[in-house]
Structures are given as structure tokens and as C-alpha cells.
């Protein structure tokens, strides 16, 4: 009762495996198409010179990144110079006009002093004796030895 199982068919050594070779059909439609638009084209081969034209190329395309590089460094120096000048210009152009406004801020002071002072009559009586006026009361006596103008008696005070 024991069966046998069925033989199973010789199987060919692999030498003879023939691979299957590539048939290009058309459509089953009555298009006109040629067979050598269906069939696929290797890729070309690159060869030797083909190569080598491409590796003459690359010293001329280093040469021109290296040319832009260097106008780009060229470029940002000079724009840093011209930062690094307009910040000295603008330091000395703003320190020179702060000193100047310094200077008008006292130029006003000294005038609201002068137009405070010019209706106080002690003022105008010191004012008047440093120019060498005297009082209608008063006499007049001439040293020797006396400041040779009336300026000197008096320290000259700046309106502006």
C-alpha cells in the first residue's frame, strides 16, 4: 500500500539554461510604427576623450569660481573700509557738533543772565563805573599810580 511517488523529469545542468532572449512586438493595432523606436538604446559609452575633455574643463571652472570668490572678498573688504570711515566721520562730525551746541547752550545762558540783569540798577551802576562814569555826587581823584584805561578796572564779561 505504499505508493511511490511519481518520478519527476530530469532538470538540465545549468551550462544548459539558454536565457531568454528579448522580442520586441507591436501592438495588436494597424499602427505603422517602426521596430526601433520600441527597442530600448544603451547608454553611450563614455570614453577616454570624452573624459579628458571633462577634466580640462574643471581648471577653467575653479579659475572662475576662484575669480568670484575674490571679487566677493574684494567687495566686502571695501564695504567694511567704508563702514570703518563713515563711523570716524560720524564720531568726530557728532562730537564737533556737540561742542558746539555746548557752547550755544552757554552763549544763551550768558544772554538771559545779561537781559535778567539789564533791569537791575546795581548792575548798570557796576556796568557804568567799569567804563569809567562817576556819580553826579561824587569827586573824581586821579592817582599816579592808576590803571592807565578804564578797562582794567573792570573784568570784561562775553555776550555773544
Same mark, same amino acid.
Given at each position: 500500500?505504499? %505508493?511511490?511517488?511519481?518520478?519527476?523529469?530530469? *532538470?538540465?545542468?545549468?551550462?544548459?539554461?539558454?536565457?531568454?532572449?528579448?522580442?520586441?512586438?507591436?501592438?495588436?493595432?494597424?499602427? *505603422? %510604427?517602426?521596430?526601433? &523606436?520600441?527597442?530600448?538604446?544603451?547608454?553611450?559609452?563614455?570614453?577616454?576623450?570624452?573624459?579628458?575633455?571633462?577634466?580640462?574643463?574643471?581648471?577653467?571652472?575653479?579659475?572662475?569660481?576662484?575669480?568670484?570668490?575674490?571679487?566677493?572678498?574684494?567687495?566686502?573688504?571695501?564695504?567694511?573700509?567704508?563702514?570703518?570711515?563713515? *563711523?570716524?566721520?560720524?564720531?568726530?562730525?557728532?562730537?564737533?557738533?556737540?561742542?558746539?551746541?555746548?557752547?550755544?547752550?552757554?552763549?544763551?545762558?550768558?544772554?538771559?543772565?545779561?537781559?535778567?540783569?539789564?533791569?537791575?540798577?546795581?548792575?548798570?551802576?557796576?556796568?557804568?563805573?567799569?567804563?569809567?562814569?562817576?556819580? %553826579?555826587?561824587?569827586?573824581?581823584?586821579?592817582?599816579?599810580?592808576?590803571?592807565?584805561?578804564?578797562? &582794567?578796572?573792570?573784568?570784561?564779561?562775553?555776550?555773544?
Amino acid at each position: 500500500m505504499d %505508493a511511490a511517488p511519481p518520478p519527476t523529469p530530469p *532538470t538540465p545542468a545549468p551550462e544548459q539554461v539558454e536565457p531568454e532572449q528579448f522580442v520586441p512586438t507591436l501592438p495588436d493595432d494597424d499602427s *505603422t %510604427a517602426l521596430e526601433t &523606436d520600441t527597442i530600448p538604446v544603451p547608454p553611450r559609452r563614455r570614453t577616454l576623450a570624452s573624459r579628458w575633455r571633462s577634466v580640462q574643463r574643471l581648471p577653467v571652472t575653479l579659475m572662475l569660481a576662484s575669480l568670484l570668490a575674490g571679487l566677493g572678498i574684494v567687495q566686502l573688504s571695501f564695504q567694511l573700509g567704508l563702514i570703518a570711515y563713515r *563711523t570716524t566721520t560720524w564720531t568726530q562730525e557728532t562730537n564737533a557738533t556737540q561742542s558746539r551746541v555746548r557752547g550755544l547752550e552757554s552763549d544763551v545762558k550768558v544772554l538771559q543772565d545779561a537781559a535778567r540783569s539789564a533791569s537791575d540798577p546795581s548792575y548798570l551802576e557796576q556796568l557804568a563805573r567799569c567804563q569809567g562814569f562817576v556819580g %553826579a555826587k561824587e569827586t573824581v581823584v586821579v592817582s599816579p599810580t592808576a590803571a592807565g584805561t578804564y578797562s &582794567d578796572n573792570c573784568t570784561a564779561r562775553r555776550l555773544p
